[in-house]
């Protein structure tokens, strides 16, 4: 939405009307209902302790472990701010498990409001993957507690977060890494760090959050502070001469991030749920919400090196690695040179190659109900910036219906339920409406399954990894080819929370 947008009367009455009511407590809302301070969730940091430093938790198969969700505070900038945090950290505590593990977690609730715990990307049993009204009958209520038996199949990185309100609880600081690593493979990096990638909305025109219904619901909250685990300004050490892994995840509810390094040599190493076939050299790496990105990157020289999110709007900085001049290590200079295959992933992917030219089985749209008029001729694919905060801070989950569409059953969101049989592959093209009244870019995750982007604008994949969420650009089709792997009763949605909070998802069983 980067030109004017011409509004209907009745919305620009209706927005008018919001606009009051979020500046006046107590003003009588567009439905004539009063609202009142209570309908916005507390802002207060009475007797609230500080957020920590975020642990790393060991665990192997069969251990168990608690992880509570508690109301913090933290200080960013010169505000100090209600939080929530597991463990008391923002980040939760990075949960390390060897790949095949099982571990019990007991997930406590001692926030004020509804909970779940989903663990995104792994394939584990559905009754644990935190979906109220579909593996999990009821929401764990403040005072409350779940015990959540979670599966690893699959080394990577993966993460944690809660299902309900997304757009306020992740927002607020619940969010945490697994890392899941197969002990059988060699790992040829001096140091591994794990970057959370967030934003926060602390300008002086940021508007609440509400209890009934989700605000920023055009483009999502875009957050004016920039975060890496947790904190603005990041700063971490490394020696010179070191190669180091850095496991990347965005944890932000709308912010595309165009991450890069400048002045060093970065390695891509991983997608969301394997490594790749190949890994290649890269200048940046494009991440979503939801998504993980594994890359290598070798500090050859002393000095400061930003950490960046670079787009045509803006040059973010997000924080920096100071390269020390250490004491003598294992030097990885060449292996790092080189850039391997993974026969392992390419052995897997092989047993699939056979049905990548499968016919399409399913036909998706993306779009959008709100009450405005045509955009723009020429939307850009992706929105890296909130270009219209103003109006975007209006719209609201009762103006906004995000959708998706079965094109061939012309059924919408939650009313589409696909069945698909264990050991199948499906074939889904997603295609987002450039024509719809605000095209955005769309980051579409399946839960409990992985699949392959397949093609993007009928241009082939060449070099695979496996994931559980796709970037859809604006008016781009992409095709994936999701494996039915892991039967449950399941679902698909948008990544991006307020777009998830204004209807955004599907349904789909996986049957034996
Ligand atoms: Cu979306």
Redesign the pocket.
């Known amino acids: 939405m980067n030109k004017l947008i011409s509004l209907s009367l009745s919305s620009l009455v209706l927005l008018s009307c919001i606009n009051l009511y979020a500046s006046e407590m107590g003003h009588h809302s567009p439905n004539n209902k009063t609202i009142s301070t209570e309908e916005r969730f507390s802002e207060s940091i009475n007797n609230l302790n500080f957020v920590k430093k975020s642990q790393i938790i060991k665990l192997k198969d069969g251990d168990s472990f608690t992880l509570t969700a508690a109301i913090v505070k933290q200080k960013i900038g010169n505000k100090t701010i209600r939080r929530y945090a597991y463990n008391g950290s923002i980040p939760g505590p990075l949960i390390v498990v060897p790949k095949n593990a099982k571990i019990k977690l007991k997930f406590v609730n001692q926030t004020d409001t509804d909970q779940t715990l989903h663990s995104h990307g792994l394939r584990l049993d559905y009754r644990f993957d935190g979906v109220v009204g579909i593996g999990q009958k009821t929401p764990v209520k403040p005072g409350e507690s779940f015990d959540y038996e979670l599966f690893f199949p699959d080394a990577g990185v993966y993460w944690y977060h809660p299902h309900v309100r997304e757009d306020y609880s992740q927002d607020m600081g619940l969010y945490g890494n697994y890392l899941v690593k197969d002990g059988l493979k060699e790992e040829p990096f001096n140091k591994q760090i794990s970057l959370v990638l967030d934003d926060v909305l602390l300008s002086k025109d940021a508007k609440p959050y509400f209890k009934d219904f989700t605000n920023y619901a055009a483009m999502?909250r875009f957050g004016n502070i920039m975060l890496i685990n947790g904190i603005p300004n990041y700063v971490t050490e490394v020696n010179k001469g070191d190669v180091v892994r850095l496991y990347l995840t965005n944890t932000s509810n709308?912010r595309t991030f165009q991450f890069k390094i400048p002045n060093v040599k970065i390695k891509l190493i991983a997608g969301d749920a394997s490594n790749y076939e190949k890994q290649s050299w890269v200048d940046s790496v494009t991440i979503a919400p939801s998504e993980r990105y594994t890359i290598d990157v070798l500090f050859e020289k002393e000095g400061s090196f930003n950490i960046e999110s670079i787009n045509p709007q803006k040059n973010l900085k997000l924080g920096t690695i100071k390269v020390i001049k250490g004491k003598s290590q294992k030097d990885y200079t060449k292996e790092f040179g080189i850039l391997s295959e993974d026969s392992e992933v390419i052995k897997d992917i092989d047993k699939v190659r056979p049905f990548l030219d499968k016919k399409v089985d399913k036909n998706i749209a993306?779009r959008v109900k709100m009450d405005m008029s045509h955009a723009e001729e020429n939307p850009p694919e992706i929105e890296w910036e909130d270009t219209m905060p103003e109006m975007n801070s209006m719209m609201t989950s009762k103006e906004v219906t995000?959708q998706i569409e079965d094109l061939d059953t012309k059924k919408m969101n939650m009313d589409i339920l696909w069945k698909f049989k264990k050991g199948n592959y499906y074939k889904i093209k997603i295609f987002n409406d450039p024509k719809s009244n605000h095209p955005?870019?769309?980051?579409?995750h399946f839960h409990g399954q992985r699949f392959l982007i397949v093609t993007r604008n009928g241009v082939k994949t060449t070099n695979y990894t496996w994931k559980d969420t796709a970037l859809v650009k604006t008016g781009e089709t992409v095709e994936i080819l999701l494996e039915a792997s892991n039967p449950g009763k399941w679902m698909s949605?948008?990544?991006?929370a307020?777009?998830?909070s204004a209807g955004?998802m599907i349904g789909f069983d996986v049957e034996e």
């Not at 955005?440 to 579409?444: A, E, K």
């Not at 949605?493 to 991006?496: A, E, K, N, P």
Request: contains cysteine; hydrophobic residues 40%.
């Open positions: 999502g709308t993306l995000w955005m870019q769309h980051p579409i949605h948008c990544h991006i307020e777009h998830l955004m």
